[in-house]
């Protein structure tokens, strides 16, 4: 699974888990979710947005340097052969670190809790 999906995934689920702790999550009927999505996003989740993008640039903040350069490139969509070519390292390496990375990261995000929805 590509970095960007998963973090994607990891994302929604800790939104999904938080508007479910302040009881603001409204489970739909089947004929409510075939209706069409409003266009206009609300300042709710304009905010969430925002602060998901602030906890993500907080958390790879706090990676050490060796995993932010493959985590960053990865995101970028570099493939493991381009991040290896360009840091001077072995496939393996970067593959390596990229799981590190994306451990350390999830543990960020997470609160250092285990997410029990990955």
Same mark, same amino acid.
């Not at 209706?35 to 602030?54: F, S, V, Y």
């Not at 490139?73 to 001077?88: F, H, N, P, T």
């Given at each position: 699974?590509?970095?960007?999906?998963?973090?994607?995934?990891?994302?929604?689920?800790?939104?999904? =888990?938080?508007? &479910? %702790? &302040?009881?603001?999550?409204?489970? *739909?009927?089947?004929?409510?979710?075939?209706?069409? !999505?409003?266009? /206009? !996003?609300?300042?709710?989740?304009?905010?969430?947005?925002?602060? &998901?993008?602030?906890?993500? @640039?907080?958390?790879?903040?706090? *990676?050490?340097?060796?995993?932010? =350069? +493959?985590?960053? @490139? =990865?995101? @970028?969509?570099? $493939?493991? %052969?381009?991040? /290896?070519? *360009?840091?001077?390292?072995? !496939?393996?390496? +970067?593959? $390596?670190?990229?799981? %590190? /990375? &994306?451990?350390?990261?999830? =543990?960020?995000?997470?609160?250092?809790?285990? $997410?029990?929805?990955?």
């Amino acid at each position: 699974m590509p970095f960007a999906a998963w973090l994607f995934i990891v994302a929604r689920n800790r939104a999904v =888990s938080e508007l &479910r %702790r &302040r009881g603001r999550l409204k489970i *739909l009927s089947f004929d409510e979710s075939r209706a069409a !999505p409003d266009p /206009a !996003p609300h300042g709710e989740d304009i905010l969430i947005d925002r602060e &998901r993008h602030q906890a993500l @640039k907080d958390s790879l903040a706090q *990676l050490p340097e060796m995993y932010q =350069s +493959v985590i960053l @490139k =990865s995101l @970028k969509g570099d $493939s493991i %052969r381009e991040i /290896a070519k *360009l840091e001077a390292l072995t !496939p393996g390496t +970067v593959k $390596s670190r990229l799981f %590190r /990375a &994306r451990k350390q990261l999830k =543990s960020l995000l997470c609160g250092g809790k285990r $997410s029990e929805t990955i």
